[in-house]
């Protein structure tokens, strides 16, 4: 048992670890679009108040370790196995560039898991209801709608302002807000991890139920997601920051002030919500509030289709690898093992194409043989 947990703390810390890359785009592809913040800059900043947003609650982690299942009726092998069909899906979408839910990867792979393992009955439906559902659909929509309004107003306001001391002022705003918005990601995402270690250490007995996450736990998991937001994922960062639509500061400093009043009013309330969602909703309603047309629009329905699929894919997996780790040590063995050789798979295919902070804001070129001719 005790070399079962070490292997969840350490499977949990690595999906913490992709958390930070997947997420960075969270707080700083606006930021880094607009030229508010040099790419190497902007992901030094989100890895350090990611860290320290780490210390600023344990609420959400709370609803993880003792809300979403019954932690009465799985042990930490089922764990084990949900965090690998997350971790699977976060390198997916990761390589594909979507900026999918890390944290709807792992509600799905913890509830797949848990369904082959403990039944239907093991999974606090009313939770999964109100706590990840709902907001998955509601948050959205709302950090759409006040980004666009924040846009229009904030375009309204600066009308007759002098252009060159507005975008200072717009800037300087973008710093802070993409600054606040970090700290946020930090205090919200960071406690996912630090629930499912909880979870686990309760279900093997080490933590009482209901317990909260020990000092030990909040440390790993702030340093995880903060090492995770320095490499950063530099292909996500490019489809919100250029492929959404050509961003000004004004937006940015719009979606950024959203994103983060949003996220840190659910972190106070103890709500799991999907810190991507809130920010591509706010980066959508921002590039909206200047025109409709600049917005494009197919963008956003490849990544509404990554929203979609994300829970019932990462349950899937976690569904799979459950019924494999669950039949023994040999399961866990070989669940490890193919979890580890697809991951480091989709990492090498990557590597054909890199996406970095040199060229994070070049657009790929159009295919097809017209994008030769140009004229003489």
């Known amino acids: ?27 700083m592809a606006p930021s880094i679009a607009t030229g508010a913040l040099s790419p190497r800059a902007a992901v030094a900043i989100a890895g350090v108040l990611n860290l320290v947003g780490a210390f600023l609650s344990v609420e959400v982690a709370r609803t ?22 997350a971790i699977l899906w976060n390198l997916t979408t990761w390589f594909l560039g979507l900026p999918s839910s890390s944290s709807h990867a792992l509600f799905g792979g913890l509830i797949g898991a848990v369904l082959v393992a403990a039944g239907p009955e093991a999974v606090h439906a009313g939770t999964v209801v109100t706590k990840v559902v709902v907001p ?15 846009t229009y107003l ?8 002098d252009p060159v ?18 700290l946020a990601h930090g205090a919200n995402d960071a406690q996912k991890t630090m629930g499912v270690i909880t979870l686990a250490l309760i279900t093997a007995g080490v ?3 209901d317990a909260g996450p020990p000092l030990w736990v909040i440390v790993s998991a702030g340093l995880a ?12 960062i490019r489809t919100l920051g250029r492929r959404v639509s050509d961003l000004e500061r004004t937006q940015g400093f719009a979606a950024d002030t959203t994103s983060a009043a949003v996220i840190l009013t659910s972190t106070h309330l103890g ?4 810190t991507t969602q809130v920010c591509t909703g706010s980066i959508f309603g921002a590039a909206a509030g200047r025109r409709l047309h600049v917005v494009r629009w197919r963008v956003a329905g490849q990544v509404a289709l990554a929203w979609t699929a994300t829970l019932p894919a990462a349950a899937v997996v976690g569904a799979a690898a459950s019924f494999v780790a669950t039949r023994g040590p040999e399961g866990v063995v070989a669940v490890a093992v193919c979890g580890s050789a697809l991951a480091a798979g989709i990492w090498f295919a990557a590597r054909r194409n890199p996406v970095s902070a040199v060229n994070v804001n070049d657009l790929p070129e159009p295919p097809g043989p017209d994008r030769t001719l140009t004229a003489p």
Request: no cysteine; hydrophobic share 60%; net charge neutral.
């Open 207 to 209: 933590l009482a139920p």
């Open 1 to 27: 048992m005790l070399i079962v947990v070490v292997i969840v703390v350490v499977t949990a810390l690595a999906f913490d670890f992709t958390n930070g890359f997947h997420d960075t785009a969270n707080a």
């Open 225 to 236: 997601i903060a090492a995770g937001s320095y490499v950063g994922g530099w292909r996500i």
């Open 165 to 182: 001391t507005a975008h200072r002022g717009f800037r300087a705003g973008q710093v802070v807000s993409a600054s606040t918005v970090a």
């Open 271 to 274: 709500i799991p919500l999907s």
């Open 154 to 161: 904030a375009y309204w306001i600066t009308t007759r302002a």
């Open 136 to 150: 998955a659909v509601v948050s959205p929509v709302l950090a759409g709608l006040v980004a666009l309004s924040a």
């Open 64 to 85: 993880i370790s003792s809300g979403l299942v019954d932690e009465a009726r799985i042990t930490p092998v089922v764990i084990f196995a949900g965090l690998v069909g």
